[in-house]
């Protein structure tokens, strides 16, 4: 005779903590007897603690974010291996989809490759911070609400000793708030191209959250005043609160304190070998990012690290297929130069930029308008896509971008007026942003009194200048034609 159960056992990344523990405080209060990994079980317990708790609970829930399935591809990835046992076991499959997660994402379909495949055939929910005690109640009522034979698995007393801990480890934790449950769909979405008013409401959002001691809240507002967002700015602020963020366990806060040490900010001296130890930290607790700037390191050589292409490539795979967006430009530009073993192959190297470009990444939209101007990588020589690729760049900020929108207004190409105002008016913008092609641009604009500038070569020289200390070939030869190499 078939009886409902009540027991759970929940899926997730870690960076989705949150929600699964707000899930399990949820349905233990409702008198669910539920299981999840909430403190870290070693790979070498996988089998007879995991799997064996998978096989001993009727329902499996797996948390869903547009970028959890990332990693799936690799065929260890322990999220595949748990989905797919659930799907081989016969479990009660609900997938809860999180931050707007769709099946019907092209890019989420991509992702559901073998056994993945079944997942979209489950009955899915939908889970807002907003609407969560809402959402909880329809779970427990029409989605675990369903009679299933009963488990016959015995669990042996290892799985079993685990589950009373993990239970033991998770119930003594805090409630978990609505603030929490906002602040971190909202900390995910920091990488995406800056929205003004949204920072300034994620600012509010991961105040509340720090207050009461959520780690998302406090690397929320870490990032935000260290880059200016949200109407914050202050480096010491930004040291404080990723230090507080670290203490509970945020892998994307000890990235934060590396780039502070980098750049010798926030009170810290500069010192490229702590940066190396934070991004190492982070990445070892599974921040994409961490491990994109880690490969970064190796492939400068800095911090001590040998300079190794080989190991780069390594830890840009590794961000890229964890879902960092920069890690995915950097993979695709070491394919376009063929680097690190990688054979010289510009097909991929467009690959990873368009996936670069589409999750959010300005370096990764300059280079695919670079693929489309120049007609590489089996893409079609089409200025207009070049300049529309240059504009969404130039939009989010990056200075190769604004550079490269600026000489196509020059030119007079991809569609655009031929323009020396709207040229000048975007290498300045380059310029102010760092970018030495921009600088030397200006220059030039300068010297030859184009675009509505006065013919100024003391202007030129000090824009000249500004460019050759950041390298630019170009501005050196001028420097010398002007002033003798002076």
């Known amino acids: 005779m078939q009886r409902v159960e009540k027991t759970v056992f929940i899926s997730y990344r870690r960076v989705n903590a949150a929600w699964a523990l707000a899930i399990f405080q949820n349905l233990t209060q409702h008198g669910y007897d539920v299981f999840f990994d909430y403190e870290g079980i070693g790979s070498g317990d996988f089998e007879r603690v995991i799997l064996a708790n998978i096989d001993a609970r009727a329902h499996f829930l797996v948390l869903l974010t547009p970028s959890a399935l990332d990693r799936c591809s690799e065929a260890d990835d322990w999220l595949r291996r748990e989905i797919e046992h659930a799907i081989g076991a016969r479990r009660n499959v609900v997938p809860i989809l999180l931050e707007s997660f769709s099946f019907g994402d092209a890019k989420v379909r991509k992702k559901l490759t073998g056994e993945l495949a079944m997942l979209d055939r489950y009955n899915g929910l939908e889970v807002s911070p907003s609407y969560f005690l809402e959402a909880m109640g329809r779970l427990r009522a029409r989605y675990l609400n369903v009679a299933l034979q009963s488990v016959p698995h015995p669990v042996s007393p290892v799985a079993q000793q685990a589950a009373r801990e993990q239970q033991a480890a998770a119930g003594k934790a805090p409630a978990i708030q609505q603030t929490e449950l906002t602040a971190e769909a909202l900390f995910q979405q920091l990488n995406k191209p800056i929205d003004v008013e949204a920072d300034k409401q994620a600012a509010g959002w991961f105040r509340k959250a720090a207050d009461v001691g959520n780690p998302y809240g406090m690397a929320g507002l870490g990032f935000l005043y260290a880059t200016?967002?949200?109407?914050?700015?202050?480096?010491?602020?930004?040291?404080?609160?990723?230090?507080?963020?670290?203490?509970?366990?945020?892998?994307?806060a000890m990235t934060g304190l590396g780039f502070l040490y980098l750049a010798g900010r926030g009170g810290f001296p500069q010192d490229e070998k702590q940066a190396i130890?934070?991004?190492?930290?982070?990445?070892?607790?599974?921040?994409?990012?961490?491990?994109?700037?880690?490969?970064?390191?190796?492939?400068?050589?800095r911090g001590g690290l040998p300079k190794d292409d080989s190991e780069a490539v390594s830890w840009f795979r590794k961000a890229a297929e964890a879902g960092d967006a920069l890690g995915m430009s950097n993979l695709g530009w070491m394919y376009e130069q063929g680097r690190g073993g990688l054979p010289k192959d510009d097909k991929q190297a467009v690959t990873w930029f368009r996936k670069a470009a589409e999750a959010g990444d300005a370096t990764g939209m300059n280079n695919?308008?670079?693929?489309?101007?120049?007609?590489?990588?089996?893409?079609?020589?089409?200025?207009?896509?070049?300049?529309?690729?240059?504009?969404?760049?130039?939009?989010?900020?990056h200075g190769g971008g604004m550079s490269n929108l600026g000489w196509m207004y020059e030119q007079g190409r991809g569609g655009l007026p031929k323009g020396d105002k709207q040229a000048v008016t975007w290498f300045r913008k380059a310029a102010e942003a760092g970018d030495a092609t921009g600088m030397n641009n200006l220059g030039a604009m300068y010297e030859q009194g184009r675009g509505g500038l006065p013919k100024d070569e003391q202007q030129a020289v000090e824009w000249y200048r500004k460019a050759a200390d950041r390298g630019s070939a170009e501005a050196k030869e001028a420097l010398k034609r002007l002033r003798g190499g002076s």
């Open 228 to 252: 200016g967002r949200g109407g914050l700015q202050s480096d010491v602020e930004a040291a404080g609160w990723y230090r507080k963020a670290v203490e509970g366990g945020s892998a994307r």
């Open 277 to 301: 130890d934070w991004f190492r930290k982070a990445s070892e607790a599974g921040d994409p990012r961490g491990m994109g700037n880690l490969g970064l390191m190796y492939e400068q050589g």
């Open 368 to 397: 695919l308008g670079a693929m489309y101007e120049q007609g590489r990588g089996g893409l079609p020589k089409d200025e207009q896509q070049a300049v529309e690729w240059y504009r969404k760049a130039a939009d989010a900020g």
